[in-house]
């Protein structure tokens, strides 16, 4: 069974943390506070944020600016993943600081390609009607 993915859903506490983190990211990434040399932290957004049951483990979905270099995004903030969780433990007053991992958010993607697929079928029914 996946870890973050919880058939009953999620509790509630698990949302409240989770957008806690979600907003603490995204300042720290806009801010600057980690010190990430590899790439402006600026141009990335914290689109979701999934906590474990136990709150010790953050999937962090992020995508970077124009949804470019989204690999290089991940891995840099992978590598610099204790930066950011340093400055995150200084502005969360929580048991467990969580460790965080950072994920590529591809659920833009996913919906253009849905919205793709319903275009295609409601212009397939329109000929239908017509011919």
């Known amino acids: 069974m996946n870890k973050f993915n919880n058939s009953a859903g999620y509790s509630q506490r698990q949302l409240r943390v989770a957008e806690l ?3 603490n990211v995204g300042e720290i990434l806009i801010r600057g506070e980690a010190k990430i040399t590899e790439f ?5 957004t914290v689109t979701e944020v999934r906590m474990t049951p136990d709150l010790k483990s ?10 470019n270099d989204m690999k290089k995004a991940v891995s840099a903030l992978t590598a610099s993943a204790h930066l950011v969780r ?8 929580t048991k467990f600081l969580p460790r965080l991992n ?6 833009f ?6 919205e793709k697929i319903i275009r295609l079928n409601k212009e397939d029914e329109k ?3 017509y011919n």
Not at 58 to 67: D, Q, T, W
């Open 21 to 23: 983190v979600k907003k």
């Open 40 to 44: 402006d932290s600026k141009l990335i």
């Open 58 to 67: 953050a999937r962090i979905y992020i995508i970077p600016l124009g949804g």
């Open 86 to 93: 340093k400055a995150l433990s200084k502005r969360l007053d």
């Open 102 to 107: 950072f994920v590529e958010d591809n659920s």
């Open 109 to 114: 993607e996913y919906a253009e390609k849905i």
């Open 127 to 129: 000929k239908k009607r």
